[in-house]
């Protein structure tokens, strides 16, 4: 474990210093942007970049100000430009943990118990004057901690500046200054703060020890969470955000437009892990009141990972017994499972057990980012062999961000961006002190940061992209979308979960779920394009 220092403080020689990391990270970003230009004029890939940052000292400080309020600042997506009115019982600026932890690990669930409640100042308020002085002292809280913010998200990007120009011992020494002021216990900033952390160390160990074969060795011990934990953080995920709901919702919907009037219906579920989707899915087609539902139901699961095969098959039991018990013969259900990885030599009638007469729908939810490669071939082929099947629709759902840019310090802003609306979410949704959400933080979301910031080439599969990004790529490979039209039933699942944080929109045929304005996932439904109707 890393060692940390017991005080909450962070520390800065001087107030130059201060102004040098401004700068430092403002010209980082501009650097980034040339390269990126330079990158995109030449189509070339480059990754782990190095370059010499010169602090740029015509950066605008205001400009530099907007950049990083943003990040702990996110009721700003959202927000009446009227209301000045600070709540102190917001959690963004509900304080830090009054308990100063000595040892920042997730481990350590135990210490949530002894954890002070936090001070409201108008709770003690019994005058106006009082009220007055109340008001005036949480202000001037709210601006130390709006500090405080400020230096660790610049301390964050100095960080990532240092560790993408390969200057291990200036990345140590920022590591040094971050950690007293991160946890996995606080607030959503220092929470995202904590990930992000930890994934600049998992790849300064791995640039350290990269041409050797401890390489190996740290990357298995970098994969903390065991089978279980995440299994059970995915559960968690699945109940108490929106997020996997909406996808399978939408995606959902689509198949069963696809399958009216077919006597079979058949599903190849990529990267198969659980069995949500099909509960749902299998209630949906025996409530349709206008249409019946098929007579056979096929679900093809496609399972990489053979470890998690045991569960699934348990699941998928349940999931025919509950079938069998509940349709009244009015729907037969089969499973078969292809323990095999994603590849465009999988996708044939034969492999597959295509038939004749069956509405064949490929479903993807959150897996067809993991085979987008530098070169983009890899998704381009897996693209074009499921096209040559010749699927009445194809379903895909991702994450609705740009994870998967050239260079490294890109996609650590805008991953920060990202997961810091995610965790801001998790807090409005679960109380600080709430087991489930550490839960979902270390096995889940902790993961993939660490995967976007820590690894690059064939181990980096959180290639994330924007839902532009997509439509381009789809279109390529001879799809054309699907609009969806299921925007009152996602509004009737949002309002199951009790926040009005979530934000829905319809974009040119995709749905959209965000928190405060911000995109998180978005649903899709593609068809093969049809060149004669067009």
């Given amino acids: 474990m890393h060692e940390m220092n017991?005080?909450?403080?962070?520390?800065?020689?001087?107030?130059?210093?201060?102004?040098?990391?401004?700068?430092?990270?403002?010209?980082a970003r501009m650097n980034d942007q040339q390269q990126?230009?330079?990158?995109?004029?030449?189509?070339?890939?480059?990754?782990?970049?190095?370059?010499?940052s010169t602090p740029d000292h015509s950066a605008s400080s205001q400009?530099?100000?907007?950049?990083?309020?943003?990040?702990?600042?996110?009721?700003?997506?959202?927000?009446?430009?009227?209301?000045?009115?600070?709540?102190?019982?917001n959690e963004e600026?509900?304080?830090?943990?009054?308990?100063?932890?000595?040892?920042?690990?997730?481990?350590?669930?135990?210490?949530?118990?002894?954890?002070?409640?936090?001070?409201?100042?108008?709770?003690?308020?019994?005058?106006?004057?009082?009220?007055?002085?109340?008001e005036t002292i949480s202000h001037d809280h709210v601006e130390a901690e709006v500090d405080q913010g400020l230096q660790?998200?610049?301390?964050?990007?100095?960080?990532?500046?240092?560790?993408?120009?390969?200057?291990?011992?200036?990345?140590?020494?920022?590591?040094?200054?971050?950690?007293?002021?991160?946890?996995?216990?606080?607030?959503?900033?220092?929470?995202?703060?904590?990930?992000?952390?930890?994934?600049?160390?998992s790849r300064l160990m791995l640039l350290q020890h990269r041409n050797n074969a401890g390489a190996t060795l740290i990357q298995d011990q970098l994969a903390a969470s065991s089978r279980a934990e995440k299994r059970e953080a995915y559960h968690w995920l699945h109940q108490i955000t929106p997020y996997m709901a909406f996808g399978f919702m939408a995606a959902n919907d689509a198949i069963c437009k696809a399958s009216r009037g077919k006597e079979c219906l058949h599903i190849i579920d990529l990267g198969m892990l659980?069995?949500?989707?099909?509960?749902?899915?299998?209630?949906?087609?025996?409530?349709?009141?206008?249409?019946?539902?098929?007579?056979?139901?096929?679900?093809?699961?496609i399972l990489e990972d053979t470890h998690d095969f045991m569960e699934l098959e348990l699941g998928l039991k349940s999931l025919m017994d509950e079938v069998a018990a509940t349709s009244s013969g009015s729907i037969r259900l089969e499973f078969q499972v292809i323990k095999e990885p994603v590849s465009a030599s999988l996708f044939t009638r034969e492999k597959l057990d295509v038939r004749e007469g069956e509405a064949l729908i490929v479903n993807s939810v959150m897996q067809l980012h993991k085979y987008v490669k530098e070169s983009r071939g890899s998704l381009k082929t897996i693209l074009q062999a499921i096209k040559k099947l010749g699927p009445a629709?194809?379903?895909?759902?991702?994450?609705?961000?740009?994870?998967?840019?050239?260079?490294?310090?890109?996609?650590?802003?805008?991953?920060?961006?990202y997961y810091s609306a995610i965790f801001d979410s998790l807090e409005a949704s679960l109380p600080r002190d709430s087991t489930t959400r550490i839960k979902i933080e270390k096995c889940h979301y902790a993961e993939e940061i660490r995967n976007i910031v820590a690894y690059e080439g064939s181990n980096r599969i959180e290639r994330?992209?924007?839902?532009?990004?997509?439509?381009?790529?789809?279109?390529?490979?001879?799809?054309?979308?699907?609009?969806?039209?299921?925007?009152?039933?996602?509004?009737?699942?949002?309002?199951?979960?009790?926040s009005d944080g979530y934000t829905l929109a319809n974009e040119k045929g995709c749905l959209l779920l965000g928190w405060k304005g911000r995109p998180i996932m978005f649903a899709s439904a593609w068809e093969v394009h049809n060149v004669a109707s067009s």
């Fill in 63 to 89: 400009e530099e100000q907007e950049f990083v309020d943003s990040f702990f600042n996110i009721d700003s997506y959202d927000k009446d430009p009227l209301d000045h009115q600070v709540n102190l019982d």
């Fill in 393 to 417: 629709l194809v379903t895909v759902v991702e994450q609705d961000a740009n994870h998967n840019g050239p260079f490294f310090l890109g996609r650590f802003l805008e991953s920060l961006h």
């Fill in 274 to 301: 659980h069995i949500f989707q099909w509960q749902s899915i299998i209630r949906t087609l025996t409530a349709q009141p206008d249409s019946p539902p098929p007579r056979l139901v096929r679900i093809t699961g």
């Fill in 152 to 201: 660790l998200v610049h301390l964050l990007l100095a960080c990532a500046e240092a560790v993408g120009c390969r200057d291990t011992r200036l990345s140590d020494s920022l590591l040094t200054q971050i950690w007293p002021a991160v946890t996995p216990f606080g607030d959503s900033l220092q929470r995202v703060s904590y990930c992000f952390a930890l994934g600049l160390q």
């Fill in 93 to 134: 600026f509900g304080g830090f943990t009054s308990m100063i932890l000595n040892e920042y690990s997730y481990e350590n669930l135990s210490l949530l118990t002894d954890e002070e409640p936090r001070y409201t100042v108008l709770e003690a308020c019994s005058s106006s004057d009082d009220l007055t002085g109340a």
């Fill in 6 to 27: 017991s005080d909450w403080v962070l520390s800065f020689q001087s107030h130059n210093q201060d102004f040098a990391i401004r700068q430092f990270c403002a010209a």
């Fill in 464 to 498: 994330h992209e924007r839902v532009d990004q997509w439509r381009k790529q789809l279109g390529r490979a001879g799809f054309q979308v699907v609009g969806l039209k299921c925007m009152s039933q996602a509004r009737m699942m949002l309002s199951v979960y009790g």
């Fill in 36 to 52: 990126q230009q330079q990158h995109y004029s030449q189509n070339s890939i480059s990754e782990l970049y190095t370059y010499t």
